[in-house]
């Protein structure tokens, strides 16, 4: 679907949408109920933005159509208590699978794409009220891990496990590719790996302020970074060679943007404190 200008910042939702309608795995089922949330969170928020643009009503009378075309055929997962825990549990598996592949040290562009959608996910349980402070943060920290992690093959290197100021175990230095297809663009045959047992619940369980780590959000898929975050491009001129102090000082720096993009202005006031402290 062509998605008006006035919608732009909504792509990433209905992207996602289109994505999990298609799965034909055995699970489905909780795809099609979690894309039925993602165009319900775009027409929500779309309905905000599209005042004065008769393609944007256009397109938004499209997506309720397509909302009352599938509901029957979810039952009662549509109504917003459940839709909240599927919604929730699918955004914390992915987050789960992709944070497993990260401080595993075989993350790779596919990691990237699910750390990006992981904060799409979080994004459409705005819907269903106020994020608590450990999804909001997971949101967050999922977009910004996306963007280091391909900032990192950008500049040539190795993209570091963990987050920020972690200690990670040692990172072989030819790591496995993981089973992702990466010529498959959508998070489709990754639901498939969502399922299994292991990942049901997120691996991380150090204190939430651990997760405040290293670079800005941008882009995460095999496709071109221009693709996933529209309006956010990286001009900064490679970390590598930066004295220790300085590279932390800017990551926080670029943690802190990412927060204030995303109104956390408490978050963002911490990295920039954190920052000024990692100068001296």
């Given at each position: 679907a062509v998605i008006p200008t006035s919608l732009k910042i909504l792509t990433a939702a209905v992207r996602r949408a289109e994505e ?65 825990e599927v919604c929730k549990k699918f955004a914390l598996r992915a987050f789960a699978l992709a944070d497993e592949e990260d401080r ?177």
């Open positions: 999990l309608e298609k799965d034909t795995s055995s699970s489905s089922h909780e795809s099609k109920v979690v894309a039925y949330f993602c165009r319900l969170y775009v027409v929500s928020k779309g309905s905000k933005l599209s005042a004065g643009d008769p393609d944007a009503g256009k397109f938004l009378l499209s997506q309720m159509d397509i909302l009352e075309k599938s509901k029957p055929a979810l039952g009662p997962d549509t109504n917003k208590e459940k839709g909240f595993s040290g075989v993350a790779d562009k596919a990691t990237a794409k699910i750390f990006y959608s992981a904060g799409t996910f979080f994004d459409i349980l705005e819907q269903f009220g106020e994020l608590d402070a450990d999804l909001q943060e997971k949101k967050v920290y999922s977009k910004w891990k996306a963007t280091d992690i391909l900032n990192a093959f950008k500049e040539g290197r190795q993209p570091t496990p963990g987050g920020f100021g972690e200690q990670t175990s040692e990172v072989q230095s030819d790591p496995p590719i993981p089973s992702i297809p990466p010529q498959n663009p959508s998070f489709l045959n990754i639901n498939a790996t969502l399922s299994a047992p292991e990942p049901q619940s997120p691996v991380i369980q150090q204190p939430k302020h651990q997760f405040i780590h290293t670079a800005p959000p941008s882009n995460g898929s095999k496709a071109p970074a221009s693709n996933i975050l529209p309006g956010v491009v990286n001009t900064a001129p490679p970390l590598s060679n930066l004295d220790p102090r300085v590279k932390d000082a800017v990551e926080l720096c670029y943690f802190a943007i990412s927060s204030m993009k995303h109104n956390e202005l408490g978050l963002a006031r911490d990295r920039l404190k954190e920052a000024l402290k990692r100068l001296g």
